[in-house]
């Protein structure tokens, strides 16, 4: 089953000889369970995509649709929440909120929404985050790699239609990056999580089921075209 559908998708800032074509007439579709990692050189505009796909940014043209639903047909507030109940956002940076601790910051989207949290599915998954004992620390409490594991939990407690991650291991030394690449690869298979995962590294990407490589706001090839993403 089709989760995401990406038509004609483009984003231009400026006009005239100052016009930047970020995203230039992007279109792909993701199906529900599968795990999609987009990469690309530095400015080729896959952070760009991300957040249009996930309604942080409006496009110039073009519509992305999230489980059936033209998220640019939403007002900016329906947008929002939208995107707070449907759109998990992993960042390169965690972006934690620095006066809550590892539990609050986990059910901040619960409690933006008013929504009592699941005990035992909250404390279940501080567990399989390896974060049970650090629940009360504050993130400058913590190391990088918890800091982003928590992020993760944030991301995923609200059951969203899809997972947007940022080049999620970018700030990470290696053994984080790999405990956060499983988690990621753990999400998707054990709880069917669809995730699109933005990263400049081969390695990192090859766990994906598909990859899409961008280039100059173009999608140019697909795993299975080039070599060093066989298929």
Do not use: W
């Amino acid at each position: 089953m089709e989760i995401l559908r990406v038509e004609n998708l483009s984003k231009t800032y400026g006009k005239g000889e100052n016009k930047v074509v970020a995203i230039d007439n992007v279109s792909f579709s993701v199906k529900k369970g599968e795990f999609v990692a987009i990469v690309g050189a530095s400015g080729s505009g896959k952070s760009t995509l991300l957040h249009l796909i996930g309604g942080v940014d409006r496009p110039t043209s073009g519509k992305v649709f999230i489980d059936g639903k033209d998220i640019y047909q939403m007002s900016d507030d329906n947008l929002a929440i939208f995107r707070r109940r449907q759109v998990g956002l992993i960042y390169q940076f965690y972006n934690l909120i620095p006066i809550l601790n590892v539990e609050e910051n986990i059910t901040l989207p619960c409690d933006l929404d008013n929504k009592k949290v699941d005990k035992q599915k909250l404390d279940a998954l501080l567990r399989n985050l390896g974060l049970d004992s650090r629940r009360k620390h504050l993130p400058n409490e913590l190391s990088g790699g918890q800091q982003q594991r928590t992020s993760i939990g944030r991301a995923i407690i609200t059951n969203p239609s899809i997972i947007l991650a940022d080049e999620p291991t970018g700030n990470l030394d290696s053994k984080a990056s790999d405990e956060i690449v499983n988690l990621l690869k753990k999400s998707n298979k054990e709880l069917n999580q669809t995730i699109i995962m933005i990263t400049h590294n081969m390695e990192i990407a090859k766990i994906a089921d598909r990859v899409l490589e961008i280039e100059d706001g173009k999608i140019i090839k697909e795993k299975g075209d080039c070599p060093q993403f066989p298929g």
